[in-house]
């Protein structure tokens, strides 16, 4: 290998240097800036309590495990033997005992150092555990095993099993590094005539080796407590918590083994020492510990799981399959769930959604995740506006003082839509968006949606188009449209967004005082919200374009150039130097979206993924649930937040939660995010929650206490959707209370999958509705369950709401078993219809894509009525993208089914099916005799070969049916072919 010369040696060092340097001063730039957001938002001291506590870990656990290392290496050098055998071996160990020896202590202290750092960096990454540990709380509930408070799983398990691992760890390092240096030193030999370890050596390591055993038995201690949150193989899938086995043969299998460790422990040192005087004794030890974890932690279990338990599961393992449900249902918050059992008739009386008036005027027909394409082509001021791909559900009380529930959504700004990506335009002239938009989800207006609030004011004829192009659309001051209010029922007085869903770019906001403002607001007199807003300074152009200047208190100060150098080097962007931009009001915005400022400004919570935006004394400001989550609460079950969570709308507007296992989860924070200032605030909501608790202990009182909520906040808040959702996922077994039926598993749930996406589930709607039980309608979350492997029937309701104290209250509405069809086949019913199967038909060879909305679920009379709009898109225009108009309603209560063009004409459909007051025409005129002409029908009446062909789309349907149930895959494709043929002689009769 060639050899490196003394200035090739000075390079390197000068590039490994210069890689170092830039690497910590890169650090550094990014700790600063993290100090100055942090500092802008005013939750600073979150910043320094999670520094801080990193470094107290790092120093902490990595100095001892430095002190350790070097104890270790030290000892074993010191107590060296004066003299080696001349063997070949100890020979070749001569030339590094000579290297070592002159600066021995500068090796010790290297290898020790960087263990050290190691050490250390593994155990910075355990901060939010040391901060549970050192502020724990107890829950007022104890484990049904040992009688400990469940704070104790909570907070203290998790920390002293990480120092359990520490400390083996630390052993095993001792050990290499004792056994190395004796080695090195020849107090170890492999070959060679006389003792092969000096009996410093067998202390030593015998010491080590005793302390291994010894942490064993503090591991098999800890352990015990671990049972209670072991999976339970009882059930399929499995549940958490130890069942039979675990406790009465496993738990006193652990006891006996910490003793037997600890007189393992006490023998490795004893015989290694006193009596054997080398390391068979150790061997001996340890062999009997092993022997011992097989036959008694192991052997015997598998004995009692196989011979005991295995034949009378039921009996035996009920009793902890108890626990575990009462666990999960404290833990999940479903402890006070109330259990209905919803009266449905098989025929129900379909007079009455003529009368009802707490649900049917109340129906939502708006889906959010359809209407969003409306919004963003009506509702566009400028191409680069835009609205999150799912809207929101929000109620209000509108102009006429009555409860209402809107779709709702923020017109903001979409950077990767505008036209100039020039980097002062981006970055300083469109920073933000304009508005709330909202639209009752019951009112349909020209096959979409009526604004109500925050609506652009009518535009030319010609410019619809252009908005549909992406072009900048021209005002015009025409406010005729039936289908926008001219005045906004929600007073907004900052409508600027400059903190949202879809713009997480910087902004670069400010002006010199006295200059004009340059950022775009809005064209001028185009909105009307514009009425009621305080925008301060404004300024109009000769194109009639409003221009305003950020007057908020966040963001970050870069007014001075050592601020702009650090973010220069943070975004490598050389413009925060170079640009006549800044000035001595200049702030920067950043970390714009609602969801990322409070994971942020408050890392101990789960935030749902679904942020909704509602207006707060005249101010836009974003809603998030907060939740404390834990995997070590005893006797609770398990869930993946992530599966749990996930349905059709996830990553579709809603964002998909981490991948992480969960057995308690509380929503026990309300945040806000001020959309135009972006400060956060957090609000305690609900009862009292310990882990809550430790965590504002720890950051140092940050979340207000709920009596702080704002009143007008207050009517907004909702049930939380993610909560729902684990709930629900919880529900498919846990509504199961008698733990034989439990383990049995006949009774299982599961959630219906939504039509509209194969695999997906249904996700839950937020509906305003007057369920069994309530006097007036109220704003609630629902969805629905079927039995497992048995998805065409429906059997159970389930919804969450906040009751009139914004107390939570689930409800379980259990149905009459096979009485009710499920949500899955009520759609194949409706959509299988001659008419719904004929006008598919044509819309498919039209080249129209049907989408069809939300489908519900909603108990009226005693009934369950279902509602789902069909919503056609024209596909392949010139025009532009085709907007989904809302063209077909389907109702169906009982065995009857409305399709008609409105609700209100569903509505009447069924009804009158039901009472047959009905206009269908009769049935045709027998056939006329053979050499007569047949009569033209008269008005009104159906035409014999239509007639013909819906008899024949009838049957083939039916035939379908019955070999799908039959399980029969040829009937199946004749009863396909056969339909298919039906519907092309339909539409050959219509002609």
């Known amino acids: 290998m060639p050899r490196i010369n003394r200035r090739g040696r000075y390079i390197i060092g000068l590039l490994v240097g210069v890689i170092a340097l830039l690497t910590v001063a890169g650090w550094l730039v990014n700790l600063y800036t993290e100090y100055l957001w942090y500092d802008s938002t005013g939750y600073s001291g979150v910043f320094s309590t999670q520094i801080w506590t990193k470094i107290f870990m790092f120093a902490a656990f990595g100095a001892l495990m430095a002190l350790w290392t070097a104890a270790n290496l030290y000892v074993a050098w010191r107590f060296r033997p004066d003299s080696v055998p001349h063997t070949p071996e100890q020979q070749s160990m001569e030339r590094y005992r000579s290297a070592l020896d002159p600066k021995i202590g500068w090796w010790i202290a290297g290898v020790a150092v960087l263990i050290g750092v190691f050490a250390g960096v593994s155990a910075q990454d355990r901060w939010q555990q040391w901060l549970l540990f050192s502020n724990s709380r107890d829950f007022g509930r104890v484990d049904p095993i040992f009688e400990v408070d469940a704070g104790f799983y909570v907070f203290e398990l998790p920390f002293w099993e990480y120092l359990i691992g520490v400390g083996f760890t630390m052993i095993v390092i001792g050990i290499l590094a004792a056994l190395g240096t004796h080695y090195l030193y020849g107090a170890v030999r492999m070959s060679g005539r006389g003792e092969r370890i000096t009996s410093?050596?067998?202390?030593?390591?015998?010491?080590?080796?005793?302390?291994?055993?010894?942490?064993?038995?503090?591991?098999?201690?800890?352990?015990?407590?671990?049972?209670?949150?072991?999976?339970?193989?009882?059930?399929?899938?499995?549940?958490?918590?130890?069942?039979?086995?675990?406790?009465?043969?496993?738990?006193?299998?652990?006891?006996?083994?910490?003793?037997?460790?600890?007189?393992?422990?006490?023998?490795?040192?004893?015989?290694?020492?006193?009596?054997?005087?080398?390391?068979?004794?150790?061997?001996?030890?340890?062999?009997?510990?092993?022997?011992?974890?097989?036959?008694?932690?192991?052997?015997?279990?598998?004995?009692?799981?196989?011979?005991?338990?295995?034949?009378?599961?039921?009996?035996?393992?009920?009793e902890y399959v108890g626990y575990t449900i009462d666990g999960t249902m404290f833990a999940y918050d479903m402890g006070d769930m109330q259990r209905t059992d919803l009266s449905v008739d098989g025929t129900p009386d379909a007079s009455i959604l003529a009368t009802d008036a707490g649900t049917v005027p109340y129906t939502r027909l708006l889906d959010p995740s359809i209407v969003s394409d409306a919004f963003t082509q009506k509702q566009q001021a400028r191409g680069f506006h835009d609205f999150n791909d799912k809207l929101d559900v929000d109620r209000y009380?509108?102009?006429?003082?009555?409860?209402?529930?809107?779709?709702?959504?923020?017109?903001?700004?979409?950077?990767?839509?505008?036209?100039?990506?020039?980097?002062?335009?981006?970055?300083?002239?469109?920073?933000?968006?304009?508005?709330?938009?909202?639209?009752?989800?019951?009112?349909?207006?020209?096959?979409?949606?009526?604004?109500?609030?925050?609506?652009?004011?009518?535009?030319q004829e010609s410019d619809e188009s252009a908005v549909e192009d992406g072009e900048d659309p021209v005002q015009s001051n025409d406010t005729s449209s039936t289908c926008r209010s001219t005045t906004d029922f929600v007073e907004i007085t900052h409508p600027q967004i400059y903190f949202g869903e879809l713009n997480d770019d910087y902004a670069i906001v400010g002006v010199p005082e006295g200059e004009s403002p340059r950022e775009y607001d809005r064209p001028s007199g185009g909105t009307t919200t514009e009425d009621s807003a305080e925008t301060g300074d404004e300024e109009v152009d000769?194109?009639?374009?409003?221009?305003?200047?950020?007057?908020?208190?966040?963001?970050?100060?870069?007014?001075?150039?050592?601020?702009?150098?650090?973010?220069?080097?943070?975004?490598?962007?050389?413009?925060?130097?170079?640009?006549?931009?800044?000035?001595?009001?200049?702030?920067?915005?950043?970390?714009?979206?609602?969801?990322?400022?409070?994971?942020?400004?408050?890392?101990?919570?789960?935030?749902?993924?679904?942020?909704?935006?509602?207006?707060?004394?005249?101010?836009?400001?974003?809603?998030?649930?907060?939740?404390?989550?834990?995997?070590?609460?005893p006797y609770s079950n398990s869930v993946n937040l992530q599966d749990a969570t996930m349905d059709s709308h996830t990553g579709q507007g809603a964002t998909q939660q981490e991948s992480q296992a969960i057995n308690y989860m509380r929503n026990s924070v309300k945040a806000t995010v001020d959309a135009y200032d972006g400060s956060v605030t957090l609000y305690k909501f609900g009862e009292p929650d310990p882990m809550l608790e430790a965590w504002n202990a720890a950051f140092g009182d940050i979340v207000k206490p709920e009596s702080e909520i704002p009143e007008e906040l207050m009517q907004h808040l909702r049930y939380p959707v993610d909560q729902f959702k684990v709930q629900r996922t919880l529900l498919e077994r846990f509504h199961i209370d008698n733990a034989r039926v439990f383990i049995d598993g006949s009774e299982v749930w599961e959630t219906p999958g939504d039509p509209r996406i194969e695999g997906a589930k249904l996700p839950p709607y937020y509906v305003l509705a007057t369920f069994p039980g309530q006097e007036?309608?109220?704003?609630?979350?629902?969805?629905?369950?079927?039995?497992?492997?048995?998805?065409?029937?429906?059997?159970?309701?389930?919804?969450?709401?906040?009751?009139?104290s914004n107390r939570p209250v689930l409800t379980l509405y259990r149905l009459p078993s096979g009485q009710v069809e499920s949500t899955s086949q009520k759609h194949q019913d409706m959509t299988s219809t001659p008419e719904v199967a004929a006008d598919l038909k044509l819309?498919?060879?039209?080249?129209?894509?049907?989408?069809?909305?939300?489908?519900?679920?909603?108990?009226?009379?005693?009934?369950?009525?279902?509602?789902?709009?069909?919503?056609?898109?024209?596909?392949?225009?010139?025009?532009?993208?085709?907007?989904?108009?809302?063209?077909?309603?389907?109702?169906?209560?009982?065995?009857?089914?409305?399709?008609?063009?409105?609700?209100?004409?569903?509505?009447?459909?069924?009804?009158?099916q039901y009472t047959g007051d009905d206009n269908a025409a009769p049935p045709p005129d027998e056939d006329p005799d053979e050499g007569e002409e047949p009569d033209e029908p008269a008005e009104g009446e159906v035409p014999a070969d239509v007639q013909a062909a819906l008899d024949a789309i009838d049957q083939a349907i039916a035939d379908l049916k019955k070999a799908m149930e039959d399980g029969d895959l040829a009937a199946q494709g004749e009863a396909l072919a056969a339909l298919d043929e039906a519907l092309k002689a339909y539409d050959e009769a219509k002609g």
């Not at 007189?263 to 340890?286: E, H, K």
């Not at 192991?298 to 295995?310: K, M, N, R, S, T």
């Not at 979409?448 to 009518?458: I, R």
């Open 200 to 318: 410093a050596a067998r202390w030593h390591l015998s010491i080590l080796i005793g302390l291994f055993v010894l942490m064993k038995a503090v591991a098999y201690y800890f352990d015990r407590y671990a049972l209670t949150l072991e999976q339970s193989q009882v059930t399929n899938p499995s549940i958490t918590g130890g069942g039979y086995t675990a406790i009465t043969a496993l738990l006193g299998a652990k006891e006996i083994l910490i003793f037997v460790s600890v007189l393992a422990a006490i023998a490795v040192v004893l015989f290694s020492n006193f009596w054997v005087r080398s390391l068979l004794g150790p061997g001996m030890a340890l062999g009997l510990v092993l022997i011992s974890a097989i036959a008694i932690g192991g052997i015997y279990p598998f004995a009692v799981q196989q011979l005991e338990v295995a034949p009378n599961a039921p009996q035996k393992e009920a």
């Open 397 to 459: 009380v509108n102009a006429d003082g009555e409860v209402q529930d809107y779709v709702v959504g923020v017109r903001e700004l979409n950077p990767a839509q505008l036209a100039n990506q020039d980097w002062t335009v981006r970055h300083t002239i469109y920073t933000h968006g304009y508005g709330l938009v909202a639209a009752p989800t019951n009112r349909v207006c020209d096959s979409g949606p009526y604004f109500e609030s925050g609506s652009l004011l009518e535009l």
């Open 843 to 912: 819309f498919e060879q039209q080249g129209t894509t049907v989408q069809w909305g939300n489908l519900l679920s909603l108990p009226v009379g005693n009934g369950i009525m279902y509602v789902e709009p069909m919503y056609l898109q024209r596909q392949g225009s010139n025009e532009g993208v085709a907007l989904p108009l809302l063209r077909r309603v389907l109702v169906s209560y009982g065995d009857y089914i409305g399709y008609e063009e409105s609700f209100a004409e569903a509505i009447e459909s069924v009804v009158a």
């Open 542 to 633: 000769a194109q009639g374009d409003a221009y305003v200047t950020y007057e908020g208190e966040g963001g970050v100060d870069v007014s001075s150039i050592w601020h702009r150098l650090w973010y220069a080097w943070e975004f490598g962007e050389t413009n925060f130097l170079l640009s006549d931009r800044f000035n001595e009001n200049s702030k920067l915005l950043y970390h714009r979206t609602p969801r990322e400022r409070v994971e942020r400004v408050a890392p101990f919570l789960t935030v749902d993924g679904d942020p909704y935006p509602t207006v707060v004394d005249g101010r836009v400001v974003w809603v998030l649930d907060g939740y404390t989550t834990s995997n070590s609460f």
């Open 776 to 804: 007036d309608p109220q704003y609630q979350l629902t969805s629905n369950f079927s039995p497992r492997d048995r998805g065409n029937v429906l059997s159970a309701i389930m919804t969450g709401r906040y009751d009139e």
